[in-house]
Structure formats: structure tokens, C-alpha cells
């Protein structure tokens, strides 16, 4: 079990400080509050750390939406040069850091993640820009899970995100260790249900992998299973695909099971599926089967015993 902080890049605002361009803040309670009981965070704050005073004049994307310019909305200064710059040594820097996210401030020219307005040479805004820092932040780590806080307000969203980031936590862990392939396949073992309730396509890919790991320079072997977690992570658990995973569960223990034991287990999944009921429901009566019928492969798995956060995550319907 993970006893040590995630750490988690965010944009300054978010933690309540007075960075903004008009001096405010955009303070949010979940990420400090209740995220933040859990992570240590690593501030960002692209506009002040490249220079600019606080306050300051807003600022704005605008030209070609894959490649803006950052430009002052009053003065027409051009700012993306400074900030480029500035953001090209950052990144390097964070890799010391040895974050398992990023959790950016929606909509700002220079740390919003997507669906940022670009305005063309009429005035007229689209949302389809990247934040200047965002943009090179997500280029230089590919595989690192990002959100904004409005997104995170989703509690799919949230979800996930949480889900990814514990995860990454504990391969982490596994890759501090010596390298070895037996590490990777203990890992895999315990992920299994984790993985194939994201990505049904994945679980298949990924069991391919380990049973041929031998075949695979040790390097080669992390470094292609580290990729598809991070991918497999990054597709939504949906309803569908966690009542798959459900039913599959009960295929452990389904011979033990009393006729009136599997209906009611059947329909507790049923009615999770249709979404009546949030995850914890059907979670909890496999858990106390599980535990009835003491399934070691179960037991050992991560989707049954996730970090307590991620536990009461499973509350929403
Ligand atoms: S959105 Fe980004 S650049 Fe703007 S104040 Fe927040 S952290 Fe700084």
C-alpha cells in the first residue's frame, strides 16, 4: 500500500495564490482540501516564474489554433517568444521532480490543456488552443496524467484521473527496484481487473507482453509495458466495462455461490450497470465473496483494494 505523497504539478492559482494577471486567485477546495490530504504539490505558475508582475495585463491566444501566439490584450505585446523560452528549461527541470500528474488551470492562454480560446485576426475566439506551457509541459511527458479543474469536477473524470495517478505511484515504486522481469509480472498480476476495466484491448495487448517478456530486452520490455498502462489508463472505466469485469470476478467463486447468492449478485450488477446504483455496490458484495470464499487471486487485486481515496471514489452514480 502507498504511505508516501503523490506528487502532482499544479498551476499556482488553483492552490489559493494571489498570482493572477488581476491579483486574484482561483482557489479549489477539492484539490486542497481533499486531493491535497493525499499529494504534495509542485506549483507552476508560467506567467509570473517567466517574469511578469502580479498584477499584470491579461493576456490572450491568438493566430493559428495549433500554433498561437500569446499577445497582451491590450498593448499587443508578443509574449510567446519569453514564455517558450522560459518553459523549455522548466520542463527539464520538472523531470527532476518526479511528478505522477498535472493539474492545470482550465482556459488560460498559458495553462489550460485544451479547449482554450484562440481569437483569429477578426476578433472571433474558437476553443480549440493549448495553454503555451501546457502544450510543451504534455510534449515533453507524453505519458503523464493530466486535468484541469473544471474537468475534475466530473466525477468520471475524477475518477479516472485519481485511478491513473495512484497507479502510477505504484509502478513508481516497481521501477525503483531493481530491474528485474518478475517485478513487472507481479505488478501485472495484481493490475489485471485495474487494467481490463479501462481497456478490454489493452488487458488482451499487455497479457501478450508479459507471457513473451523473455523474448524482450529487460529495457525494452519496462519501457513497452509502462506505455500501455499509461495508454489503458487514459480510456474511461465506463459502467459497461466495470460490469464486465464484475461478472468476470464472479467467475472465481460462481460454483460456490448459492443460487439465490448469484441472482442477487447478477442483479446487484444489473442495476450498477444500468446506473441505479454507483460501483461501490456490486464492489462490496464481491468483496465480502471474496473474503467468504477466500479467493486468493482476488484478494490480491488492486480494482478490489484500491487506496482509500480511490475507494470512495466509487460513490457516484
Ligand atoms: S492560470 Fe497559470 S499562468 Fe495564470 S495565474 Fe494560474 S498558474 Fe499562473
Known amino acids: 500500500m502507498i504511505d508516501k505523497k503523490i506528487k502532482l504539478g499544479i498551476s499556482t492559482c488553483l492552490l489559493g495564490e494571489?498570482?493572477?494577471?488581476?491579483?486574484?486567485?482561483?482557489?479549489?477546495?477539492?484539490?486542497?482540501?481533499?486531493?491535497?490530504?493525499?499529494v504534495q504539490y509542485v506549483p507552476v505558475c508560467p506567467e509570473?516564474?517567466?517574469?511578469?508582475?502580479?498584477?499584470?495585463?491579461?493576456?490572450?491566444?491568438e493566430g493559428n489554433p495549433d500554433s498561437p501566439q500569446l499577445i497582451t490584450s491590450?498593448?499587443?505585446?508578443?509574449?510567446?517568444?519569453?514564455?517558450?523560452?522560459?518553459?523549455?528549461?522548466?520542463?527539464?527541470?520538472i523531470e527532476g521532480e518526479?511528478?505522477?500528474?498535472?493539474?492545470?488551470?482550465?482556459?488560460?492562454?498559458?495553462?489550460?490543456?485544451?479547449?482554450?480560446?484562440?481569437?483569429?485576426?477578426?476578433?472571433?475566439?474558437?476553443?480549440?488552443?493549448v495553454g503555451i506551457f501546457a502544450r510543451m509541459f504534455m510534449e515533453h511527458f507524453p505519458l503523464l496524467p493530466v486535468e484541469d479543474e473544471g474537468r475534475l469536477h466530473d466525477p468520471e473524470l475524477?475518477?479516472?484521473?485519481?485511478?491513473?495517478?495512484?497507479?502510477?505511484?505504484?509502478?513508481?515504486?516497481?521501477?525503483?527496484?531493481?530491474?528485474?522481469?518478475?517485478?513487472?509480472?507481479?505488478?501485472?498480476?495484481?493490475?489485471?481487473?485495474?487494467?481490463?476495466?479501462?481497456?478490454?484491448?489493452?488487458?488482451?495487448?499487455?497479457?501478450?507482453?508479459?507471457?513473451r517478456a523473455k523474448d524482450l530486452p529487460l529495457k525494452e520490455f519496462y519501457w513497452q509495458y509502462q506505455t500501455l498502462l499509461?495508454?489503458?489508463?487514459?480510456?474511461?472505466?465506463?459502467?459497461?466495462?466495470?460490469?464486465?469485469?464484475?461478472?468476470?470476478?464472479?467467475?472465481?467463486?460462481?460454483?460456490?455461490l448459492s443460487a439465490d447468492e448469484k441472482k442477487e449478485l447478477l442483479e446487484v450488477i444489473e442495476v450498477y450497470r444500468k446506473c441505479h446504483t454507483p460501483l461501490i455496490v456490486p464492489i462490496t458484495l464481491v468483496q465480502h465473496y471474496v473474503r467468504k470464499y477466500d479467493q486468493s487471486y482476488l484478494k490480491e487485486q488492486i480494482y478490489l483494494n484500491p487506496h482509500p481515496l480511490e475507494l470512495q471514489l466509487r460513490n457516484h452514480v
Not at 49 to 61: A, D, H, I, K, Q
Not at 183 to 210: E, R, W
Open 158 to 211: 475524477r475518477d479516472n484521473f485519481i485511478e491513473r495517478i495512484f497507479t502510477l505511484m505504484r509502478w513508481r515504486e516497481v521501477i525503483t527496484k531493481k530491474e528485474s522481469r518478475g517485478n513487472v509480472v507481479d505488478f501485472h498480476a495484481k493490475h489485471k481487473l485495474l487494467i481490463l476495466s479501462h481497456s478490454p484491448k489493452h488487458y488482451q495487448t499487455m497479457g501478450k507482453l508479459v507471457a
Open 48 to 61: 509570473v516564474e517567466c517574469g511578469l508582475p502580479v498584477p499584470r495585463e491579461s493576456m490572450r491566444l
Open 18 to 38: 494571489n498570482v493572477r494577471y488581476d491579483g486574484g486567485h482561483k482557489l479549489d477546495r477539492f484539490l486542497t482540501d481533499t486531493l491535497g490530504q493525499y
Open 74 to 93: 491590450r498593448t499587443k505585446q508578443d509574449m510567446t517568444d519569453r514564455m517558450a523560452h522560459w518553459a523549455k528549461r522548466r520542463v527539464v527541470e
Open 98 to 129: 518526479d511528478l505522477c500528474g498535472f493539474i492545470f488551470k482550465s482556459d488560460s492562454p498559458s495553462s489550460g490543456m485544451e479547449r482554450v480560446r484562440v481569437y483569429n485576426e477578426k476578433g472571433m475566439p474558437v476553443k480549440k488552443g
Open 230 to 256: 499509461m495508454e489503458s489508463l487514459k480510456l474511461n472505466a465506463t459502467p459497461k466495462k466495470n460490469a464486465n469485469v464484475l461478472q468476470h470476478m464472479m467467475g472465481y467463486f460462481k460454483e460456490q
